[in-house]
């Protein structure tokens, strides 16, 4: 039991250690964020950058092929063409079949026909012709710019640039080491930002009284309203098992005391002979009181458990009725009263518990006889109507006095104490009632008027 016990406790403890924090997926997701949004928004940066850049480059190439362009008709040999050429800038002289006249830089026998070349083969077409070609190294692009002349020559212009991602590429320590650092800035932040959120989550826990007021996010305000109502519940339910048990151990202790005084008297000799039988029959008396009292403290607590509709089956409550009148005759009898069944009473079904019912009836029938006059009514009666199936038990008893017929529900609440004990209620038999009730989903109806009579009522669902 005690091993169970501890294991029940690692179990729940290692739950709790596995349940994720609110905190940490808060950070976890901020830190995603943050790294989703370092990558595309360096991404869209790249872009639009080698965007321009390209622009640009390709402007700078057409400008310098215009100008040399302009230039050309008043150069006296083609290889003049040299004095516009640099390091960055090569200029190629193609003829209309392809055949290169002239270049600033190489050898122009071990050139190929140039065109193929998609510039040269534009230029050749419309006048002029752009292209770019990566080299084979990594990180160099070739700008090519060409214009048919008028002497129908082809002027090439081409520059060499590093791209962008060659930019990156020597960049690139400096780059990491800002990614960590925007790393570690995120994460501070996501912890800052995190805990700010989490923080008034956390101290709301111990200010449910004063809602909303105390509620941080208004999306919390159902859920705290929830957790507020069932600390209510709980607490009511604590307050109503203290009560119960305070109450229990004095409804026990007074038969017991009773008992253990006549046994004491017997003991010392007090009772004379001829009155040994009375004093045994008192004691039998608060026994059966006892044993009564501990078998509706019994059913009650079963009562609490809960409730399991797998069990619940078609139920005769027009035969409950008849076996409860039959059962309880004999008492009625005694008392001078009697107990009626409607004759329609018959095979009218509800779905429930047996058992629960024939005590349901049984109960508010024993209640009808207790609290009634010699000569009187007690009629139990089984009615299907609209709303559903009522079990109804009226007496021409003595009545409960307004004031009263809210409470009598309760636990060990009775209006005469003393009337109840001499016929031998235990003060649970409505509570009992309640039980079942709720657990059929049933509605009670109480009509009573003092010195004429009490009507209870108890109607199931359809
Ligand atoms: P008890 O065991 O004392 O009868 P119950 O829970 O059955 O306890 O009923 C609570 C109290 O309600 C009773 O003590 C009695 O005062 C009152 N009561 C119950 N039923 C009737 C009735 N049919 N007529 C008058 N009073 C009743």
Not at 258 to 270: D, L, Q, T
Not at 362 to 380: C, F, Q, S
Request: aromatic residues 8%; proline residues 4%.
């Amino acid at each position: 039991m005690i091993i169970s016990r501890q294991c029940a406790m690692w179990g729940t403890k290692l739950k709790s250690e596995q349940t994720p924090t609110i905190e940490g997926k808060i950070n976890a997701r901020f830190l995603l964020l943050g790294v989703v949004a370092i990558f595309f928004t360096s991404a869209l940066l790249i872009l639009v950058f080698h965007r321009s850049f390209d622009k640009q480059v390709k402007k700078d190439v057409q400008l310098v092929c215009t100008q040399v362009s302009a230039a050309y008709p008043y150069l006296p040999t083609q290889n003049h063409l040299q004095q516009f050429a640099s390091e960055d800038v090569r200029i190629t002289l193609i003829a209309q079949n392809g055949a290169v006249l002239f270049e600033s830089m190489g050898d122009i026998s071990q050139m190929d026909n140039h065109l193929q070349r998609p510039e040269i083969a534009d230029a050749i077409k419309s006048g002029q012709g752009h292209s770019r070609r990566s080299s084979g190294t990594m990180g160099i692009d070739t700008y090519y710019c060409a214009t048919k002349l008028p002497d129908g020559n082809i002027l090439r212009i081409s520059c060499q640039v590093s791209n962008l991602f060659a930019a990156y590429y020597s960049a690139y320590p400096a780059v990491i080491i800002l990614l960590c650092l925007v790393l570690f800035a995120s994460v501070i932040l996501a912890f800052f930002l995190t805990r700010q959120i989490v923080r008034p989550m956390s101290s709301m826990a111990g200010h449910l009284d004063d809602l909303p007021e105390n509620v941080p996010y208004r999306e919390l305000i159902p859920f705290a309203k929830e957790v507020q109502q069932q600390q209510k519940k709980r607490l009511e339910n604590e307050r109503i098992r203290q009560e119960f048990t305070a109450n229990v151990s004095h409804e026990l202790k007074t038969p017991l005391t009773s008992i253990s005084g006549y046994a004491e008297m017997m003991e010392a000799g007090m009772v004379q002979p001829q009155d040994l039988s009375l004093f045994a029959g008192k004691i039998r008396t608060e026994a059966g009181r006892l044993i009564a009292l501990i078998g509706d403290i019994i059913k009650l607590s079963q009562m609490d458990e809960p409730v399991d509709n797998s069990d619940f089956a078609q139920v005769n409550l027009g035969k409950i009725a008849t076996d409860v009148a039959d059962l309880l005759l004999l008492q009625g009898q005694k008392l001078g009263v009697t107990i009626l069944v409607d004759p329609c009473a018959q095979d009218i079904f509800v779905l429930g518990i047996e058992t629960e019912l024939f005590e349901l009836c049984y109960n508010l029938v024993d209640n009808a006889l207790r609290y009634n006059r010699p000569g009187g009514k007690v009629e139990i009666g089984v009615l299907a109507g609209d709303c559903g199936i009522t079990l109804r038990v009226h007496d021409t008893g003595i009545g409960i006095p307004p004031q009263h017929q809210s409470r009598i529900f309760e636990r060990f609440y009775r209006v005469d104490k003393s009337r109840s004990k001499q016929t031998g209620g235990t003060g649970l038999g409505l509570a009992i009632v309640k039980h079942i009730a709720i657990h059929h989903d049933a509605t009670i109806t109480l009509v009573s008027m003092q010195n004429e009579g009490t009507q209870i009522d108890v109607t199931f669902k359809k």
